[in-house]
């Protein structure tokens, strides 16, 4: 198994511009989650999904639209991009366990710098 | 808010235990406390989690207080792969309880 994987590792984007940055998992877990950490931060979490077809906002969701057709995939979207997402992005997945989630398996993040 | 008080570094030396603290005295019944490490900016890796009694697998021991407000999470024989931010994290279970809500962590290094 791959595990998480995100898509890309790093981005430069200018101030408006428009991007999707890629998360898949191969475990079929059903939760998976976006979070952004900035410098000297702890992780906040974006968005998050409970499984196919069903999204929910995080703590930061402004400026950030995410779906979810399927269990593999969990694009997040910047729709316009300013300089205050510059930032790393984490993607995470769980399953199912004990009534509840599992602990969280996390991508290794992708860099993205808005100039 | 995170829900946690972690110091926010620590210091050990290599081959030696080292013991992370962390204070969640507001903890409730159905919550539990995870352990999360990120070695240099990678995502984070989870460590090992607990409800009220103490946990130990192949990584870490993790000790809960009986009164639940307060834990460490020990690494019997740091080497300097461990260096890295450490972060505890109260978590329910079910429904939105399950999210996971980070702090600052504590940065542990290990030296020679």
């Known amino acids: 198994n791959a595990g998480v994987t995100q898509t890309p590792k790093f981005q430069v984007l200018k101030t408006g511009q428009s991007m999707t940055l890629q998360c898949a998992q191969d475990m079929n877990h059903e939760y998976m989650s976006w979070y952004r950490q900035d410098p000297g931060m702890g992780l906040r979490l974006i968005h998050y999904?409970?499984?196919?077809?069903?999204?929910d906002q995080g703590e930061v969701p402004n400026g950030y639209n995410v779906s979810r057709s399927t269990t593999e995939d969990f694009p997040l979207r910047l729709l316009s991009a300013a300089p205050s997402q510059t930032s790393v992005y984490f993607c995470?997945?769980?399953?199912?366990?004990?009534?509840?989630?599992?602990?969280?398996?996390f991508g290794q993040g992708t860099r993205l710098t808005v100039v | 808010d995170a829900k946690t008080t972690q110091p926010p570094s620590m210091d050990c030396a290599e081959g030696r235990a080292a013991n992370l603290p962390c204070n969640h005295s507001?903890?409730?019944?159905?919550?539990?406390v995870y352990w999360y490490r990120q070695i240099h900016s990678q995502g984070p890796q989870y460590i090992i989690h607990g409800l009220k009694n103490n946990e130990t697998n192949e990584m870490a021991s993790l000790i809960i207080t009986e009164d639940r407000k307060s834990s460490t999470l020990i690494l019997p024989h740091a080497t300097l792969r461990d260096t890295a931010v450490y972060y505890c994290i109260v978590r329910g279970n079910t429904g939105t309880a399950s999210k996971l809500t980070f702090g600052t962590g504590t940065r542990l290094q290990v030296t020679l």
């Open positions: 995470a997945s769980s399953y199912p366990s004990g009534g509840g989630w599992s602990e969280a398996f």
């Open positions: 507001t903890i409730s019944g159905n919550e539990y």
């Open positions: 999904s409970v499984g196919a077809g069903i999204t």
